[in-house]
């Protein structure tokens, strides 16, 4: 016997998605003032604080702060 799906009620507002995340590359290529960084910037600037937070810990149980 075959076994049958059940149908999933569609909520009101809800659309169809945008194929290959054309919705996402639409928001983002709207130019917004403000300051600008890239990728990059953020990964390297999130890395800088992680490792003061550890230099940091391991200096208060050295001693050296």
């Known amino acids: 016997m075959p076994k049958t799906q059940k149908k999933r009620k569609k909520k009101k507002g809800e659309g169809p998605m945008p194929s290959g995340g054309a919705g996402l590359i639409r928001f983002f290529e ?36």
Do not use: R
Request: hydrophobic share 55%; aromatic share 8%.
């Open 30 to 65: 709207d130019e917004t003032p403000g300051i600008k960084v890239g990728p990059t910037l953020v990964v390297i600037f999130a890395s800088m604080l992680v490792v003061s937070i550890v230099i940091a810990h391991v200096g208060t149980q050295l001693g050296w702060f």
